[in-house]
């Protein structure tokens, strides 16, 4: 692992990832959001097999975290993990674990260079991936208003859209982060701790990195990826987001004798009270996963219906 990299991100819910993937030595493990290995290096502590791992994330900074890793025999993907998983499905690969731990990691909130934390002075970047072109400033200085509202009500479910668009639209352009933050403060009421800018910039990070998107179109891939028997677990960290994965998995292991999924988390798997102390970013993140029926299962389960 890249020096400083285990204390700057601390991989959330780790060790129910690794009781729901339940990782055996030799399997295949896909990390879709690899960020700086804290899962994967956990995962390949009890695989034993860095050559089976595939590690993608669209950060170049994360790649170059997980250059280790690569040494030991895993193939690392900077790209999207859309575009990635297309690629890796059109090639045939199949994998006995998938995990998408999603979002942003905490080495984005504290570079304030990226643009991603309304509590320090930074441009309005947001870009996971520095080589893509939509910036947070092109959406806040040149989008229309209305589609302002949009992404704000949509992406961010802030009840004040219509006013922060209407803000944003008289008072543009902003130059960086702060600027549009204070404007932000201004015109809404603080509520408890919660920076009333926390929704509109969770909206323009997702808008900008077509979080949403990414994971609708992925969902159905990362099924298709495992093998028999094969786990995909999902880490999501707002309610846009595990409703997307929650449908899917209800869809995939609904109660239909001929289901190809079954659920191995039946609720969201969530952070202790120790973790969250000590792992403020757990807070809100949930867990679920999937595995993938192998005929002997399903045979099993002809053979004995009542027994699930
Ligand atoms: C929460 S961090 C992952 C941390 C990782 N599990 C660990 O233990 O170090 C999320 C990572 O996913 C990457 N990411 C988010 N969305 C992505 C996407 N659509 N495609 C590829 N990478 C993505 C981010 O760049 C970030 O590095």
Known sequence: MHPNTQTIHTPVLLSAVLKCLAPHRGESYLDVTAGYGGHATAVCQQTEAPERMT????DATAIAALQPLADKGAALM???????SQSLAEKGDQYDMILADLGVSSLHLDSPERGFSFRAKGPLDMRMDSRNQLTAA???NEYDEQALVEILRHNGEEPRAKKIAAMIAARRPFADT???????????????????ATRTFQALRIAVNDELGQLENSLDLWLSLLTPGGRLGVISFHSL???????????VSGERYDADFRLVTKK?????????VFNPRSRSAKLRVV??????????????????
């Open 55 to 58: 590690l993608v994330d669209r």
């Open 78 to 84: 900077h790209a999207d993990f859309l575009t990635a």
């Open 138 to 140: 092109t959406i806040v």
């Open 178 to 196: 702060l600027e549009l933050a204070d404007a932000i403060a201004e015109i809404i009421p603080k509520k408890g701790k919660i920076h009333p």
């Open 241 to 251: 987001e595990d409703r997307i994965v929650k449908q899917v998995f209800a869809k």
């Open 268 to 276: 969201p798997v969530v952070g202790d009270d120790t973790e969250i």
């Open 291 to 308: 595995a993938k029926i192998k005929n002997t299962e399903r045979e099993r389960q002809y053979a004995n219906p009542r027994k699930k």
